[in-house]
């Protein structure tokens, strides 16, 4: 393969990597942000044993954690935001796969392989955002 068709494919393999990673990363914040309540509700519910004292709560598997960013109803314009990036994300993959560029493209793949090259980028995208979140946890606590 000559220089001029790398030069066209590796932006949009970086460009798939870096949607994969951003669409994960984007879903474990966007998930615990739809099911955050209320300093309130949250007492209401579970009692105020061990509630931290935030505008927002998230509750997950008995571990309470606050956010910052508040409920999805009293930042619907950041919750609209993060749910359209994580769409859109989620979204370039199948539209990049169809017009067949990038970790797609013929002359990188053939089409037999372009389903195993789907799963690749989703397992290594996990593993990055689990590899990320676990320095940033293990430097932040």
């Known amino acids: ?43 209401a519910l579970f ?18 954690s606050c956010m910052t960013w508040g409920t999805a109803s009293s930042n619907p314009w950041g919750f609209a935001l993060c749910t359209a990036i994580l769409i859109s994300g989620v ?21 037999e392989s372009q389903r195993l090259i789907s799963t690749i980028i989703v397992i290594s995208s996990f593993a990055a955002v689990y590899l990320i979140s676990a320095v940033v946890s293990y430097f932040t606590n």
């Open 1 to 43: 393969m000559n220089v001029m068709k790398w030069a066209r494919l590796i932006p949009w393999c970086l460009a798939q990597l870096a949607c994969m990673i951003l669409s994960i990363y984007t879903f474990f914040i966007w998930a615990p942000w739809l099911g955050s309540r209320s300093h309130d509700e949250t007492v």
């Open 47 to 64: 009692g105020a044993a061990g509630v931290p004292d935030c505008d927002a709560i998230a509750v997950n598997h008995s571990h309470y």
């Open 91 to 111: 979204a370039f993959l199948p539209i990049t796969q169809y017009f067949k560029r990038g970790f797609f493209s013929p002359e990188l793949a053939e089409p």
